[in-house]
Nanobody
Framework: AQLVESGGGLVQAGGSLRLSCAASGRTFNTMGWFRQAPGKEREFVATRSWTRYQTYYTDSVKGRFTISRDNAKNTWYLQMNSLMPEDTAVYYC?????????????????WGQGTQVTVSS
């Protein structure tokens, strides 16, 4: 299985971006989004289980970010609105067969290559 990300870029504060994560080879029950800023550890952003119908976002992105999926394309999305400079990071999608939502990186077996998101003030 392979995850390929796209959609990052440079945007002004208050703007929006949509990240995509295309899966090939199989489908997954649960996916997550993480991010890593320079000099910082990888941190959890959002996760969704399509089996349990559960979604969870870290507090700093609640109300601004939304996970969705296009089943026909086996592609997940992270819609990011009202972006702030502190959202600047490399964003990674990740996938697991766990039925439950997962917030720690070690719970995910499959990872995308990462895509840079830069928000200017």
């Amino acid at each position: 299985a392979q995850l390929v990300e796209s959609g990052g870029g440079l945007v002004q504060a208050g703007g929006s971006l949509r990240l995509s994560c295309a899966a090939s080879g199989r489908t997954f029950n649960t996916m997550g989004w993480f991010r890593q800023a320079p000099g910082k550890e990888r941190e959890f952003v959002a996760t969704r289980s399509w089996t349990r119908y559960q979604t969870y976002y870290t507090d700093s992105v609640k109300g601004r970010f939304t996970i969705s999926r296009d089943n026909a394309k086996n592609t997940w999305y992270l819609q990011m609105n009202s972006l702030m400079p502190e959202d600047t990071a490399v964003y990674y999608c990740a996938a697991t067969n766990s039925f439950d939502i997962q917030t720690i990186p070690g719970a995910y077996k499959y990872w995308g290559q990462g895509t840079q998101v830069t928000v200017s003030s």
